[in-house]
């Protein structure tokens, strides 16, 4: 990959690193990669695997349940986002203004986890478009990656964006465990449908969700963890770094990481 300048100045002026790609063999890369240390711990493709669900987020156990009985694990793209738009399994569908499906082209490689839709969201059906987004786009442009469904980009090179939640929490309060719970299998079919080669959690909701941990970001980050034998990469949420600018420089660490495993599942990197 290489650096435009536009792109390496705002890197620059983000107080981020530049991220380089697979370095050849016997050339030390001067980028952050995956460590061989953490690539060698785990099981599957030597990746770290996380704890086994546990009980922390109790009503998240009743969405198989809700899963199977609503048929959504059969449901094509189309099927999926009708019955997105017209569920109102909890309450958060009185307050809407629409249902946030997600957005990106159905091949993208990546696939990107936030939270809930926020005010701007709701009003245009589409994740990620106020300020926290342009900063999602941002980064992701800086990786070469876009949430573009048209355009003549390669799989690798998109990126496919979801909500924990599709509908809006009133006051953009927190999602709670049981609108959590009837969400969630709408997010596992999504996950089913688009098969992505890597998944980047962002924020806490998106990791109690995908890994049924309640362990802090900061812990959780810097390491490979797997959902349904998918890489998946924590990194804080980026309304979260729009408010802690010092831990930028940690989050584009986790792209990095992110980045390297993308590759790697690609057959593209080391
Ligand atoms: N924050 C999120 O987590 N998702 C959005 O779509 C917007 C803000």
Redesign the pocket.
């Known amino acids: 990959m290489s650096w435009s300048e536009r792109q390496q100045g705002m890197l620059r002026a983000m107080g981020l690193r530049l991220w380089s790609p697979p370095a050849a063999p016997g050339v030390t890369p001067h980028s952050p990669r995956v460590p061989p240390a953490q690539l060698a711990a785990a099981p599957q493709a030597g990746l770290a695997v996380p704890p086994p669900p546990a009980p922390l987020v109790p009503a998240l156990g009743r969405a198989q349940v809700a899963r199977a009985a609503s048929g959504v694990g059969q449901m094509d793209w189309p099927a999926l986002r009708e019955a997105v738009a017209s569920c109102r399994a909890c309450t958060l569908c009185d307050s809407r203004k629409q249902t946030?499906f997600g957005v990106g082209h159905p091949q993208a490689h990546w696939l990107v986890v936030?939270?809930?839709?926020?005010e701007?969201?709701d009003q245009t059906g589409?994740?990620?478009?106020?300020p926290?987004?342009q900063l999602l786009d941002r980064m992701l442009a800086a990786l070469q990656l876009s949430r573009a469904t048209d355009g003549p980009a390669p799989p690798e090179q998109r990126v496919y964006?979801v909500?924990?939640l599709k509908c809006r929490p009133p006051r953009?309060r927190n999602p709670q465990p049981e609108e959590l719970a009837q969400c969630e299998p709408f997010l596992v079919r999504q996950i089913e449908l688009l098969q992505p080669r890597l998944i980047l959690a962002?924020?806490r909701?998106?990791v109690q969700s995908l890994l049924r941990t309640d362990e802090a970001i900061g812990r959780l980050r810097g390491r490979v963890h797997q959902y349904q034998g998918v890489p998946l990469v924590v990194t804080y949420?980026?309304?979260y770094l729009l408010r802690n600018l010092a831990d930028k420089a940690r989050a584009w660490d986790d792209l990095c990481l992110a980045a390297s495993v993308a590759e790697r599942e690609d057959g593209s990197g080391p």
Do not use: D, K, L, R
């Open positions: 946030v936030g939270e809930a839709p926020g701007q969201e589409e994740p990620f478009v106020g926290a987004g964006i909500n924990t953009n962002m924020g909701f998106a949420h980026p309304a």
